[in-house]
Nanobody
Framework: QVQLQESGGGLVESGGSLRLSCVAS????????MGWFRQAPGKEREFVAA????????YYAGSVKGRFSLSRDKDKVTIYLQMNNLTPEDTAVYYC?????????????????WGKGVLVTVTS
């Protein structure tokens, strides 16, 4: 079992920045991926960004590329999502997820573990 704990959500004005963190605990290894989804009210959960724990390769959704940056701290088993130039369209609950096998980040159902989520609200 793997447990994921997010932190860092909050309220920010349009154009502002926030950093989300997600720490993993439990039975982790080197061959998995961690990342973020988000879900806005009335919308489906969508992929935001992910990183391969093995080689550090990052993946981003087109809507956040150039504004969001994902990094990892292997010693702390933590990933960080730096979100810059936020807009009201980024308002959502952000969920940390881990994928331990060969699933696809385009399919939320492929994720093996989820955090409880943190709310990010961007005001205009």
């Amino acid at each position: 079992q793997v447990q994921l704990q997010e932190s860092g959500g909050g309220l920010v004005e349009s154009g502002g920045s926030l950093r989300l963190s997600c720490v993993a605990s439990g039975r982790t290894n080197n061959n998995y991926e961690m990342g973020w989804f988000r879900q806005a009210p009335g919308k489906e959960r969508e992929f935001v960004a992910a990183v391969s724990w093995l080689d550090g390769t990052n993946y981003y959704a087109g809507s956040v590329k150039g504004r969001f940056s994902l990094s990892r701290d292997k010693d702390k088993v933590t990933i960080y999502l730096q979100m810059n130039n936020l807009t009201p369209e980024d308002t959502a609950v952000y969920y940390c997820a881990a994928e331990m096998g060969s699933g696809s980040w385009s399919r939320p159902d492929d994720m093996d573990y989820w955090g409880k989520g943190v709310l990010v609200t961007v005001t205009s």
